[in-house]
């Protein structure tokens, strides 16, 4: 069973920051590409960033130069650091992880983390 843990989200002020980080547990063989999406209100799930197990990263072209992801393949951790954040940047963000676990490749998606630009 795999479990995966968001963690950081919160409130911050226009121009402020935020790390989010993932963890994955479980019976976990490797870590393939590791994402986050975000969710804002009546619009639908985009992909934010991602990041391959060799490290390549893809960027959402409204996130880049501000945000970046990166990963700790020993944690199993995947971390986005969010900066120069903007109200238009409010979601629930998800992280998404392709794992090879017992049973084959699987993808899986956290429970979710709001976060919220607002003075």
């Known amino acids: 069973q795999v479990q995966l843990v968001e963690s950081g989200g919160g409130l911050v002020q226009p121009g402020g920051s935020l790390r989010l980080s993932c963890v994955a547990s479980?019976?976990?063989?490797?870590?393939?590409?590791m994402g986050w999406y975000r969710q804002a209100p009546g619009k639908e799930r985009e992909l934010v960033a991602s990041i391959t197990s060799g490290g390549n990263t893809n960027y959402a072209d409204s996130v880049k130069g501000r945000f970046t992801i990166s990963r700790h393949n020993a944690k199993n951790t995947v971390y986005l650091q969010m900066s120069s954040l903007k109200p238009e940047d409010t979601a629930v963000y998800y992280c998404?992880?392709?794992?090879?676990?017992?049973?084959?490749?699987?993808?899986?998606w956290g429970q979710g983390t709001q976060v919220t630009v607002s003075s």
């Open positions: 998404n992880v392709l794992l090879d676990v017992l049973i084959g490749v699987r993808s899986y």
């Open positions: 479980g019976s976990i063989v490797s870590t393939y590409t």
